[in-house]
Every structure is written in C-alpha cells, then in structure tokens.
T-cell receptor, first 114, second 114 residues
Framework: DAKTTQPPSMDCAEGRAANLPCNHS???????VYWYRQIHSQGPQYIIH???NNETNEMASLIITEDRKSSTLILPHATLRDTAVYYC???????????????FGSGTQLTVLP | NAGVTQTPKFQVLKTGQSMTLQCAQD?????MSWYRQDPGMGLRLIHY???????DQGEVPNGYNVSRSTTEDFPLRLLSAAPSQTSVYFC?????????????FGNGTRLTVT
C-alpha cells in the first residue's frame, strides 16, 4: 500500500502562501492523491485531489510531480482559520472487496501566524 | 446544505451497554462508511456500504454492526460496549467507492465507555 510522508509541523505568515509538501514514492498508477484537513477535533474536511495533472479549486492548488512521487498543497493566501492538521492521503485498496480505505498518517500541523 | 449529519455528538456508556450511532447524508451518495479515530492511529475503517441493502466489513469490524435500509441513513450499532471502543467515530459518504470520489465527513461522535 502506498504510504505518505509529511513534515510534522509548519508555520506560515498570515496572507502568505502556505506550501505543504508530501512524499508518496510508492504510489501506483491508478491511485489518487487526496488532501484533507482537520481543525481541532472536527471531521476531516476535503480540500482537493488529483491523479496526474495539477489541480486548482476555490480552496487550494495541488501540484503533482511528473513521476507522481511527491506533491505540494498550496494555500495561496493563508488565514488564521487555515490553522489545522493537513493530511496527504493516497486512497488504498483494502483486502475486503473494492473499498478503498483512506489511510491517514500523522499529517502536518500548519500554524498560521498573525 | 447539511451534508453528513451525525448524532449524538457525545455519549458515555457503561461496559456492556448497547447503542446506535446515527449517520444521515442528504447528497444522494451511494457510498457510506464508518471510521474510528484514536490518538496516534489515524482513521480506521469499520464498515462500509456501496448502496442500500449492501454492507461489508472494513479493517476493524468486531463489536460493531451496520445496516443500510435507505440511501440516506447508515447507523452503526455497538452490541456490547467495551472500554476499547472509546474513540471518536466519523461517518463519511461519497458518490462511489472508487478512486476519484472524495469522501465527505460528519463532525463525529465522541464515545466514552467506562
């Protein structure tokens, strides 16, 4: 199963871009990279996902390297409300049936500083 | 715009008691699932369903039952609560179980078993 590696913590100044890296060197060709965040103990919030191409939505941009072994989540103008734990996830197939389990690692604690 | 709704938000049980955690979604999602989140262990899949009348086990199904009589609802039943089931439980849904369908999470039920 593909695993992900993220730095445990990062700081970012309010209003600046936050760039969160993730390594997923064992990702297979048909596995998507997902990003979620969790604020305090709320439910994980979906941010963005991608397969090969870079993606952008109203929340963030996702840059995936050509070899797909790493990616970067970009929050273009971080605010204090973006302080959260950010999870980079490859959705892996589990042994029972076709379900794909989200395997959450320990994530990156992003702190946006005023 | 309710999304995924979980009730109750908090629950305390005594060992041996039973209860049902409720989960409802209003997005007409086919796929629904239950996760538990324990400190330092990420989210682990308990049970999932790919549609009404169809359920299957995830990674940690022991001690839990599910049923899916409607598209909207996916209750999780604890048959005889144990202290090891103290955790935060999240329900999630998506259009399908395949890659490319992001999961949307509820805000969780915090369960303590004494």
């Amino acid at each position: 199963d593909a695993k992900t590696t993220q730095p445990p913590s990062m700081d970012c100044a309010e209003g600046r871009a936050a760039n969160l890296p993730c390594n997923h060197s064992t990702i297979s060709g048909n596995e998507y990279v997902y990003w979620y965040r969790q604020i305090h103990s709320q439910g994980p919030q979906y941010i963005i996902h991608g397969l090969k191409n870079n993606e952008t939505n109203e929340m963030a941009s996702l840059i995936i390297t050509e070899d797909r072994k790493s990616s970067t989540l970009i929050l273009p103008h971080a605010t204090l409300r973006d302080t959260a734990v950010y999870y980079c996830i490859v959705r892996v197939r589990i042994s029972s049936g076709s379900a794909r389990q989200l395997t959450f690692g320990s994530g990156t604690q992003l702190t946006v500083l005023p | 715009n309710a999304g995924v709704t979980q009730t109750p938000k908090f629950q305390v049980l005594k060992t041996g008691q039973s209860m049902t955690l409720q989960c409802a979604q209003d997005m007409n999602h086919e796929y629904m699932s239950w996760y538990r989140q324990d400190p330092g262990m990420g989210l682990r899949l308990i049970h999932y369903s790919v549609g009404a009348g169809i359920t299957d086990q995830g990674e940690v199904p022991n001690g839990y039952n599910v049923s899916r009589s409607t598209t909207e609802d996916f209750p999780l039943r604890l048959l005889s609560a144990a202290p090891s089931q103290t955790s935060v439980y999240f329900c999630a849904s998506s259009y399908g179980g395949a890659d490319g369908s992001p999961l949307h999470f509820g805000n969780g039920t915090r369960l303590t078993v004494t």
